[in-house]
């Protein structure tokens, strides 16, 4: 184990990337098996809402920066994206419950098209950087066969140690997703040319404060996430020290890309990335919300999230809108509620009225009032001050826009309402 990047792997062979994102992949829950394939961090996620975070995860832009709350939201038009780089052939792909990836709504907030092919790697040209969101231990856990709906009103009330058990399952089923296409990298004779990165969007809860799924107060299960790099000429190590963040994700495969010589002289250099600075430089960068690379470098000492989601409430024909900001480290972390307590209540009590969990929350609905109540909060032991999350949160802030709004398909809802998502 070590407290940085180990030298050893400050530079090695890779002209591709493939970064697979399995949704919903809690870090305490990741198996050892993932975590020892490479160089594994624990990871603060930019959000706990897919939209937001798979937007600083594509750009190394922190949530204000780039402006995506929802899945009406656009990137801006300007934002460097992992899907921009220059002389890559670029995909994204979905295969979360092996759905069409035209389907997936992050095609809209990422702004990219779907590809012809919903494989990864077929009739792809090197050099390549491909994004693929896998199903993680995203809702329905287990071998459910159905939609994440109908799975929370089957199973409805039973113990959070049942969710747990079948989560684990799910998240088993998803390492061996990912270990598939590993071999077929080597199949295809890629895994000495290509940076693999294994990662999640955000966690999930599984019964934490009477609440299911990801759509809720903010909370360490849902903001810790994996980060393994796998790559032949990389160690199997686990770093010790500070925590890997979401916006560090593109400029750290950027920096990794730009070590190699394309044999076609083509750099993967793009707007955006902080390279070849000075340390207090970087550090200056990391703290105005740009990630940086952790290339040959410490990783810091602590990671912000953000969640604003808004959520209709049925009688009141009212929508209400949750929004929490957190400053995380490996001890704790320090949530903030950024919205009032009466909007949080309206919005759990329209879930305990129409929300595919709705079973669970009524029977454990003491614990879910203390949740959705509870304003400021600290877990752990954190070593940020309370005084210093805020004047982190406040710099961020400081640089907030608002990603371009856009409409949703009636296709795309559905499948947001299959994923519960929307009520």
Known sequence: MLTQWPESAASFDATNVFVYVGDAVRWDHTPNRLLDR?????????????????ASLAT????????????TDRLPADAPTFFDLPGFDTRFVNSVRDQPSDVDPIYSVLDVEPPPTDHPFDGIDEPFAVMERGPGGHAPYGTFEGTAWEYFEARGSQPASEYEREYATAVADDADRFERRLDELDDRGLREETLVVYTSDHGELLGEGGVLGHNAPMHPALVRVPTVFVHPDLPATRLTSGVFRHVDLRPTIVDALNRVSDTSGRQPTAA???????????????????GVSRIGERLPRYGSSFYESSLPVPVTSRVESIRYEGVWDRGGGRVFAASPAHERLAALGGKLLKSPTRDFLRANLGAAIRSYAAGDRRFGSPTVSRSGARNALDA??????????????????TRLEELGYLS
């Open 272 to 290: 955006g990335v902080s390279e070849g600075q000075p340390t207090s430089d970087r550090t200056a960068e990391a703290a105005a919300g740009d």
């Open 60 to 71: 190394g832009w922190a949530p204000p920066r780039h402006g995506v709350r929802d899945f």
């Open 38 to 54: 490479g160089v594994s961090c624990e990871t603060i996620a930019a959000s706990t809402h897919s939209p937001t975070s798979f």
């Open 396 to 413: 961020l802030r400081a640089e907030a826009t608002r990603g371009r709004a856009v409409s949703l398909t009636d296709e795309q809802r």
